[in-house]
Every structure is written in structure tokens, then in C-alpha cells.
């Protein structure tokens, strides 16, 4: 069926009555509110400045308030996906303007009073009929937000018009406000109060935009929204997973789900991303090798959520998350030797500098799989070595994302099945990769620093460090009287000209010569970089780079050529006298003959 919406500019006063048949609902998923003190204090100035230019009654002219993204949810009621912080505090105003009308004594009321107090009740309250009569408990917005006590403080204060003078919430304290400006500017202007409520009911306006389902809705939301978080697939499937649990589980899942949410943000990730690492898990699981990669809602909405309520789903995320506790803050877990050992550390850092995610995904489904192996260090590290090999190569000689991805889906699927899995990836002749490794594109460059470092070194490279062209880029034209300066450009590029370079020292060094260089060179604590400061070399130029590139490249390939061939070559642990299986040896016969090893 055709996409659905609905777009009409209405009135304060229009849309929050259309409360009465279809009431306005703040989603679990939503955030909770967050306006501040000075976002009411603009709000409220902003149409009182309005209301005094405009001349109020007088003129039909009008103050936009932005949008509203809403569907019509399962129970009739408008699901509100973008707006909900505007449309709280208009709530929260007119009940604060409510509040203030009706104290006063019914004898001494205005026409205009009574007026408003009943143009104000059915936006806020359903009201009968025939009769007019105010239901104060049938308020029509409701806040479902998970977990958040302010729920029962908005429907309190929009019942009962009171908030707790030493509450700290942003309802209490934006309700109470809004009392207080009401209240100054009625007894600095009594003459424009009611033109200013009229302004509000009938001049401020609002653009809602209702979709036909969610999808749609939250997709108009993405496409607008660029001020401030927008909501993410994981709020969707919080609300969801929370919805279909017995009431008995569902406090210890939010407890649970928010300390997966502060480690994940501690760890410099986020549980949407979380939920992205687990998407590749599944669809391994799956055999699932298809390059086109589905939305992760879209993915997860199928078959009306069913991956989503599958009962391990946490206990999966937690487990990813581990791994990127390691990847990203150096974090040692506890039982889990691996991620004490240095040379996989290394390999993992080398990884995070490959140009794209695809490397992601099989290190998550191969230690998703296999941590609890008995010997899941030994193997991970000959994996991790592997697979930096295969990415390496094909992206020196093919820099696109397209060079590994339909290789990598396929890694995906084998890794489920075997903890030696195929990597049924094109194989390259590494003689062929010496002049992409000499002069190679610049989004490889990091990682072959840190490949070529990390030979030379058990340490990791400092969290701050940049590529050293070591003859500067920005050079006198008179230095070379025998080379074009498009040769000299040429050759500084080269990675023989380039080193890793702690970014304290490489500031220090500047952009000098050779000489002057090289004692800040032999102060570094990077052990390629502080060779080259207490080394015989005296002079750095482009013969030098030259010669540097044929003893790198030379490196590297040694490096490529024994990580793939010490894949399948498992050495055995004489204390646990573990010898490779039937499989593992059947294995390592097909992918000789494949000319994989």
C-alpha cells in the first residue's frame, strides 16, 4: 500500500483538542522530557513579544511553532514520534493559565475569564458532551516513557494544577515557571493577558505531519530532526521488548538494560551499535550472505520481532560488548586470558585502522562463538592474523569496501560452522603487493605503520600519534638540484618516508631536515621510530626513501606470508596436550589444494 500522510497547519487550540477522539500518547521509546528553565522562558517570551507586535485580536497574523510527526497507533491514539518536548509544555502553559484564571472568585471573574477557562478545559481535559462537565483525571496527553517517575509528575500537575514547590524534575520546575511569568507579566500588563492567550489558543501555530504507521512516521522524524539526538532503533526495541514482558520482569529488565547502556557509553559504544554487531551474529547463524544490508529495525521487525524477543538477545549484547571493552579502552576481563595478551591487542589496534567496519563483524561472531573454547586465545590470535592478512591485501590492490564484502559474508557463515574457518577469499601473489605497499593509498597507511610497529614491539602505539614524513613535506626548492619537485612529491608519499611519531614529539620536530629530526626520533618510545633516531644514517633523501621502501615492503610481505601460513598450522599446548582434529586436519588438506596455505 502506498505511503500515507497528512500535513495541516492547526492551531494550539485545534490540535490539542483533537485530543478529545484520538489522545496524545508520549511512546515508551521517547526520551524523557528535557526542556530547561531558559527553552520555557523563550517560549513564553517569544509570544508574549508576539502577541504585543501583533496587535492581537486586532490582526489575523500568526506564530509558527514548529512541527509535530504522529501516527494513529493500534488503540486510536496519536503516537507522537517528533514534538513531544513542545507539546508537554503547552500543557504545561495552559494549565499553569488554567490554574490562574480559575483561583479567582467566580463572582469577580471577567467575560474573557470565563471565556478562556472554557476555551482552555478541552485541550487539556476530556470534558462530556452535552453537558460540558470536566473529567480532570482524563487528561489527553499520556507519557509512557520507560522507567521515568515523571510520567505520574505530568499527570499529577495536568490533574490537580499543583507541583511540589522542592521538586527538581523538569515538569515540576518548568510548570512552576511558567506560573511565575504568568504571573509577573499579568501584573506588569494586565490589558494584554487576554490578548495573549488568545494569541497562544489561536495564533500560535503548529504544523502536524501524521503518517500512517510508525515507520513512516519515524522516517519524516529522521529526515527533519537536526536538533538534537534523534531516536534510535534501540528506543523502539527497548519499548517493544519491555511491552511483552510479564509485569515481574520487566523492573529487572530496565535495570539490566541501563547498565547495558552505561557500559556501552563508558566502552564508546552505544546499544544501537550494539544491536548493528549482532545483526551480522544472526544473519551468520542464518547463513545469511547476502551484500545488501537490511536496515537493523527493518531487520529486526521480522516475523513481528521475533529475533528481538529471543530470551538470550541481552545476554548477546553483553557479550559483544565485552569484546569492545578490549578493542576500545584496553580493558582486562576477567577469566578471559585473551584479553591480557599483547600481540592480539596489537593485531585488534592494527584492525581498527582498516578503512571500513567490515573487519567487525567476523572478529565479533568468531569470539561470540568460540571465548569459552579452551584454547580460544591461541586460535583468535592466529584468526585476528588472518583476517588482517586477507583485508590487507585486497584492500592495497582494491581500495573499495566492495573489494571484501561479499568475502567477509561468506567468513560470516563459516565461522559458525568451524573455530577453523574457510576464508574463501581471492588469493593474491604477494610479490604483487610490493609496489602497492611502497607507494599505497592513504587510508592504508596507518595500518601498515602499525603492522611494520608492532613487529618491533610488545607495547601499544601511545592513543596520540601521527604519520612522520621523515624528508618534510613542505621542503626548499633548492635542496634537490638533480630531482623535478613532481618526483620529490611523488616520493614523500612513499611509506620509506614515513614513520609513526608520538604527536608531543612531532610537534617538537617540526617540519626540520633529517639532522635536526633525529634526536627527537631517538627519544621516542616507538621502536621502528627510535631505531631510525639511533641509527648510522646521517642524511635522509629521495635515494634513501627508495632503498626504505624495498626493505618495508620486503617486511610486510614476510609479515602477510607467515600470519596466513600459520593459520591452519596450530602449534600444540603440551599442557594440554591438545592435538588438531580430524576436521582441522581435513581442513588444512582442502585448502592446500585450494592453494590457500
Known amino acids: 500500500m502506498p505511503t500515507t500522510i497528512e500535513v495541516n497547519k492547526q492551531s494550539v487550540e485545534t490540535l490539542l483538542g483533537s485530543g478529545k477522539s484520538k489522545p496524545f500518547v508520549i511512546p515508551e521509546y521517547q526520551r524523557p522530557y528535557a526542556w530547561t528553565v531558559e527553552q520555557v522562558e523563550t517560549l513564553f517570551e517569544d509570544l508574549w513579544e508576539f502577541t504585543a507586535i501583533s496587535g492581537g485580536t486586532e490582526r489575523e497574523s500568526s506564530y509558527f511553532l514548529g512541527s509535530v510527526v504522529s501516527y494513529e ?44 477557562i472554557g476555551k482552555i478545559e478541552p485541550t487539556i481535559w476530556r470534558t462530556n458532551k452535552l453537558t460540558g462537565t470536566v473529567d480532570f483525571k482524563n487528561i489527553l496527553l499520556n507519557s509512557r516513557v ?22 527538581k524534575d523538569n515538569y515540576s520546575k518548568n510548570y512552576r515557571y511558567f506560573q511565575e511569568l504568568f504571573d509577573k507579566h499579568s501584573k506588569e500588563n494586565p490589558l494584554m493577558v487576554y490578548q495573549f492567550i488568545y494569541a497562544l489558543l489561536n495564533q500560535a501555530i503548529l504544523l502536524p505531519i501524521k503518517a500512517d504507521t510508525q515507520d513512516t512516521a519515524l522516517t519524516i522524524f529522521s529526515t527533519l530532526n537536526d536538533r538534537g539526538l534523534l531516536l534510535s532503533d534501540a528506543d523502539i526495541f527497548k519499548a517493544k521488548i519491555y511491552n511483552q514482558l510479564e509485569q515481574d520482569a520487566k523492573k529487572a529488565f530496565i535495570e539490566r538494560w541501563k547498565e547495558l547502556d552505561e557500559q556501552a557509553t563508558d566502552a564508546n559504544e552505544s546499544i544501537q551499535q550494539l544491536f548493528y554487531y549482532n545483526m551480522f551474529y544472526y544473519r551468520a547463524l542464518d547463513k545469511d550472505t547476502k551484500t545488501t544490508t537490511p536496515g537493523v529495525r527493518k531487520y529486526y521487525a521480522a516475523n513481528k520481532f521475533e529475533r528481538l524477543y529471543k530470551p538470550e538477545l541481552l545476554d548477546t549484547l553483553f557479550v559483544i560488548l565485552n569484546l569492545w571493552k578490549v578493542v576500545n579502552k584496553g580493558e582486562e576481563l576477567e577469566g578471559e586470558d585473551w584479553s591480557k595478551n599483547k600481540k592480539i591487542r596489537q593485531t585488534l589496534d592494527t ?152 604527536k608531543k614529539l612531532n610537534i617538537v620536530a617540526g617540519n626540520g631536515y633529517f639532522k635536526k629530526k633525529k634526536k627527537e626520533y631517538a627519544t621516542s618510545k616507538i621502536g621502528i621510530t627510535n631505531a631510525m633516531g639511533t641509527s648510522d644514517v646521517m642524511d635522509w633523501n629521495v635515494d634513501s626513501i627508495m632503498k ?32 588438531p582434529s580430524e576436521e582441522d586436519l581435513a581442513r588444512i588438506e582442502e585448502f592446500k589444494k585450494k592453494g590457500w596455505i
Open 146 to 167: 520507560v522507567n521515568n517517575d515523571g510520567n505520574e509528575i505530568l499527570r499529577s500537575i495536568l490533574e490537580t494544577g499543583n507541583a511540589d514547590e522542592n521538586a
Open 548 to 579: 626504505r621502501d624495498i626493505r618495508v615492503s620486503d617486511e610486510v610481505v614476510k609479515i602477510l606470508n607467515r600470519w596466513n601460513n600459520e593459520y591452519l598450522n596450530i602449534p600444540v599446548d603440551e599442557d594440554k596436550a591438545e592435538l
Open 351 to 502: 584492525l581498527t585502522s582498516y578503512p571500513n567496519e567490515f573487519w567487525k563483524y567476523p572478529v565479533v561472531i568468531y569470539y561470540v562463538c568460540y571465548r569459552n573454547e579452551v584454547n580460544f586465545e591461541k586460535r583468535f590470535a592466529l584468526f585476528l592474523n588472518k583476517l588482517l592478512m586477507e583485508l590487507m591485501t585486497k584492500y592495497l590492490m582494491t581500495p573499495t569496501i566492495n573489494a571484501v564484502k561479499p568475502d567477509i559474508l561468506k567468513l560470516d557463515s563459516a565461522i559458525v560452522v568451524s573455530i577453523v574457518p574457510a576464508f574463501e577469499f581471492k588469493v593474491i601473489d604477494m610479490p604483487q603487493l610490493e609496489p602497492y605497499i611502497q607507494n599505497p593509498n592513504r587510508n592504508t597507511v596507518r595500518m601498515l605503520l602499525k603492522t611494520l610497529a608492532y613487529e618491533h614491539q610488545d607495547d601499544l602505539l601511545p592513543a596520540k600519534w601521527e604519520i612522520e614524513h621523515i624528508f618534510p613535506q613542505k621542503w626548499q626548492t633548492n635542496y634537490f638540484t638533480k630531482e623535478s619537485d613532481s618526483t620529490i612529491k611523488e616520493k614523500i608519499e612513499h611509506i620509506g618516508n614515513k614513520l609513526p611519531f608520538e
Open 73 to 116: 497507533n493500534e488503540n486510536g491514539e496519536q503516537e507522537i514520534i517528533d514534538g513531544q518536548q513542545r507539546i508537554t509544555s503547552l500543557f504545561l502553559l495552559l494549565r499553569a493559565i488554567y490554574t490562574k484564571l480559575v483561583a479567582t472568585a467566580i463572582s469577580e471573574r471577567t467575560a474573557e475569564a470565563n471565556n478562556f
